[in-house]
């Protein structure tokens, strides 16, 4: 179903409404999802949101299907797809969190033009080398901007983690596709930098490189990390490198694995 806007938006909503739907992706926007997942789940469909709209709702299970997947099946007609840099942050501060548990995070993200949509992808290819605009396209909330807030709520929501410091320092930069974080981490418990790289390098969806970069990570599944090393400046710091192909496991193919745990058949006691 394609939604163009505003325009027949009371057809629309009848037409979710009818029934005859049983799984929606909805990728429309916030405004729009408000109005109508609503309408879309009286029918009795399930959906799987990409907006920020249902995200840091108490009911609305916020999934990563390496982190917590396990919730998916706990919905009650709506799941929110997570943040495009909450995705890749998560899953690397999930292995983190089991092995050592997590006194503190911070994280500072570079994120390409392609996460402000097409629009922002077409102009940088037309700005002329060292030209492009660094300007944030995100809205000011008076200390932080709105894209720093939901990396930090987002992420404790994940990680069952209510009470998690989490600072975070949100930039765009002239890359077409590919997100990069640099992610500081202080652990309860001692972990070395060589046994973060082994819990890294077990951990589903990782791949452990020693310098990733967005190139890295164009057109592959996996979320990076790499320059694994340890912060000498507090007790129990780690540094990581974490870079991920906004595009696609940064944002459409979350949704697809969410949706395939949704088809998975659920097990039952014996």
Known sequence: MSLKGAEGLTPTTETLATG????????V????????????????????????????EKDVP?????????????????LANPNCCTIPLT??????????????????????ASGGGSQRMDELRATPPGEANLGMDWEFEGEEFDEEAKLREETRKILELPELPVSATCVRVPVLVGHAEAVWIETEQPLSAAEAREVLFDAPGIRVLEFPTPRDATET??????????????????????????LRKGAALNAIQIADLL?????VAA
Request: aromatic share 4%.
């Open 62 to 78: 916020l999934v990563v299907p390496e982190v917590n997947g396990d919730r998916a099946q706990e919905n009650t007609g709506i």
């Open 91 to 112: 899953m690397a501060l999930k292995p983190m969190s089991e092995a050592a548990g997590l006194a503190r995070v911070r994280v500072s993200t570079y994120q390409s």
């Open 221 to 246: 599944d996996d979320v990076l990390v790499g320059r694994i090393r340890r912060d000498p400046t507090v007790e129990n710091g780690l540094v990581l490198f974490v870079v991920v192909d906004n």
């Open 263 to 267: 088809a998975a058949p659920r097990a």
């Open 20 to 27: 005859d739907l049983d799984l929606c992706f909805f990728s």
């Open 29 to 56: 926007g916030t405004a729009a999802s408000r109005e109508l997942v609503p309408h879309a789940v009286r029918g009795g469909a399930i959906v799987i949101d990409k907006s920020s709209a249902y995200r840091l």
